[in-house]
């Protein structure tokens, strides 16, 4: 995962829409974990206006009625867009968690991830289940 340069350089930050049972796990997991030079925090948010200055957008099934609200704050900032729901990725998302024997995959579009001029690894597109959309300036690298 590469975000463009000119993007925040401060901690990257895991915002997750609405309270899923599971964030302060998520907390617990990434502590002192950091991306490149880059420490990761969690903040729960309760309002799409609070996207900005995230850098990882988890937006999980209770939070479906105002998918569209949270993506629309996302769009066009480089922000990676993850879900856990089966239209996610047709809506708009980035990543999307599906669960296929007793195990999370994920599936990608690149459409989205090249608004946000994301840049998703060839290694990571290769693990995926399934892939939509093609490079572009964000794309694959």
Known sequence: ???????????LLICVAGKPPFEEAVGRLVAGERIGDRPLEV???D???AVPGCSILFVGAAERLRLDGFLSAADGKPILTVG???????RG???QFVYQEDH???SVNLNAANRSALGLSS??????????GGPGNGGSR
Do not use: C, H, Y
């Open 1 to 11: 995962m590469r975000w463009p340069v000119n993007a925040n350089t401060g901690p």
């Open 84 to 90: 856990d729901f089966a239209d996610f990725l047709s």
């Open 93 to 95: 998302g980035m990543i």
């Open 123 to 132: 290694e990571l597109l290769k693990v995926a289940v399934s892939v939509t």
């Open 47 to 49: 309002r799409p206006q």
């Open 104 to 106: 999370v995959r994920f």
């Open 43 to 45: 903040r729960t948010l």
